[in-house]
């Protein structure tokens, strides 16, 4: 047995006192347990592209959310999102910020249901929704279509109005979005025919940039939009399936004309990532979403031809 004097005791204790001191200080000082607590977390909500619901894959409509700071930042609003969101544990009365990217249903479907149906959790959360010009009017008809409702439940059970719950910021053009403490977000009009207000969205935030193209033909504007960001989320065609789901199609002819000006390829998508240079790509706005046979590995395959760096097929509800 080994005697440790007084002496040599008491200074052991102060040494490890010392230490877990050093451990606590560097634990929170800024860069420390504050940027965890600031980290950009991205979750997939809906990965499906177009109006119809999935029966066969399960995919959801098209919707992103990032929670920077724990507060969620949802890019579009399909069939639902309001569903997916609690599935991704998140309240809806912790509903924030909503953004557009185009006025398609596979986008927009469940805007105002979603807000509704954060209205009725009775929190009663302010929401500040952002979208190319037609968002405003959009907002008020669905307003308008539930005007008895509201208007009931106004007087009946003494909740606020939600129509004094919601600001509007509508945009035309390319450029900043919004910013605050926590996240710089900027627009980017793409190729979206017929459709001229479509837009990506771009998520500066302290540890993380983020990327969503929205519904695009191959753009490489969007690349240089996308520089150096960490994620890139980019909606995704894949050429082979679709030319046997457009021939089972009545109106094949157009659905294929259409699909081909308005989205990218697997392999476009490829050529996107890797001009813009990102660390990871997504993706999602998958079409067809609802062909159960379309392995990842055909999803990445036309991909790889042109980016070598991480591709991630995206799944609902997974966190990237
Ligand atoms: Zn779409
Ligand atoms: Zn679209």
């Not at 907002?139 to 109005?161: L, Q, S």
């Not at 520089?227 to 094949?252: F, R, S």
Request: aromatic share 8%; glycine share 8%; charged share 20%.
């Amino acid at each position: 047995m080994i005697a440790v004097s007084k002496a040599e005791g008491t200074s052991r204790r102060q040494f490890l006192l010392g230490v877990s001191t050093l451990s606590v200080c560097a634990l929170l000082k800024p860069g420390g347990a504050l940027a965890q607590q600031a980290r950009t977390r991205i979750i997939l909500l809906g990965t499906k592209g177009g109006p119809t619901l999935a029966t066969r894959t399960g995919r959801s409509n098209a919707s992103t959310l990032l929670l920077i700071n724990d507060v969620p930042y949802l890019v579009d609003c399909g069939y639902g999102v309001s569903r997916q969101l609690i599935n991704a544990g998140v309240s809806l009365d912790r509903l924030r910020y909503i953004f557009i990217t185009h006025e398609h249903s596979d986008h927009d479907l469940e805007y105002g249901a979603l807000f509704y149906n954060a209205w009725t959790t009775r929190q009663s959360p302010r929401v500040d929704t952002y979208g190319p010009v037609g968002l405003r009017r959009m907002t008020r008809h669905f307003f308008n279509y539930m005007k008895f409702d509201i208007d009931t439940r106004i007087v009946d059970e003494g909740i606020g109005d939600p129509r004094k719950l919601l600001t509007v910021h509508e945009f035309n053009r390319s450029g900043l979005v919004m910013q605050n403490q926590d996240v710089k977000v900027t627009s980017l009009r793409v190729r979206h025919p017929p459709i001229t207000q479509s837009y990506a969205y771009r998520f500066d935030a302290k540890d993380r940039s983020v990327v969503i193209s929205g519904d695009t033909a191959y753009a490489p504007e969007l690349a240089e939009f996308a520089k150096g960001a960490d994620v890139l989320i980019h909606e995704a065609m894949y050429l082979p399936a679709l030319e046997k789901l457009i021939q089972q199609n009545p109106g094949a002819k157009r659905l294929r004309e259409h699909l081909l000006a308005s989205h990218t390829s697997t392999e476009d998508v490829g050529r996107i990532a890797a001009q813009a240079g990102v660390k990871t790509l997504v993706l999602s706005h998958l079409v067809p979403g609802d062909d159960p046979s379309i392995t990842d590995q055909q999803w990445t395959e036309g991909v790889m031809k042109n980016f070598t760096g991480r591709i991630v097929v995206g799944k609902d509800l997974m966190e990237i």
